[in-house]
């Protein structure tokens, strides 16, 4: 990401070509999509960008692909994420039937409806995601995470428990059926809000 804002004008030009992009984004053919990373291994307030780098990143992207996913991080006092919040047509809060990861999304989706119009059709047409992360949670532990983003989100997705996603590289066809069913509900959950 801090390799290509330099370049971000030229990957603009009329002459530039998706080719020119492939020297900044890691490759992700097996499941056809590429990254735009920072560095997994320096701390992020080495990586810091500010409003008019989001722009500049968002327009590069969006020359180049037609949907951009961005992971946000749970900062919402960073420049980074509340500009993201500016490009956002729809909002994802991932979370875990644990209870301080379920309480930092709700708290988000509260904070966004209050602080202007943008922000609040956000929260209300957001889409909260809940894993079952833990072996050990119950249905009854989904169940009650869900039904506290219902009156949150547009609507609420639920991931059952996965051996598959707890550890190493996520695999779409390492997943188990109904797992795999659940992701196909959440992806059609986020696309009717585009």
Do not use: C
């Amino acid at each position: 990401m801090l390799e290509l804002l330099p370049e971000s004008e030229k990957l603009l030009g009329t002459g530039a070509q998706s080719a020119d992009l492939a020297h900044f984004v890691h490759h992700q053919t097996r499941d056809r999509f590429d990254v735009l990373r920072s560095k997994p291994m320096e701390l992020a307030s080495a990586q810091r960008v500010d409003a008019e780098d989001v722009d500049a990143i968002h327009r590069v992207a969006s020359k180049y692909y037609r949907l951009i996913f961005i992971d946000s991080g749970n900062d919402e006092s960073d420049p980074m994420w509340r500009r993201m919040i500016d490009h956002t047509d729809q909002l994802v809060v991932a979370t875990t039937t644990r209870d301080d990861h379920a309480e930092a999304g709700a708290l988000l989706l509260e904070a966004l409806a209050q602080q202007n119009d943008k922000a609040n059709a956000l929260a209300q047409n957001a889409v909260a995601v809940v894993t079952q992360a833990d072996s050990k949670a119950t249905t009854a532990d989904v169940k009650r995470v869900a039904d506290g983003y219902k009156t949150l989100a547009r609507d609420v997705a639920t991931i059952p428990f996965d051996p598959a996603i707890v550890d190493g590289i996520l695999r779409y066809d390492a997943l188990r059926p109904n797992t795999q069913r659940a992701w196909l509900a959440a992806g059609a959950a986020v696309a009717r809000g585009l």
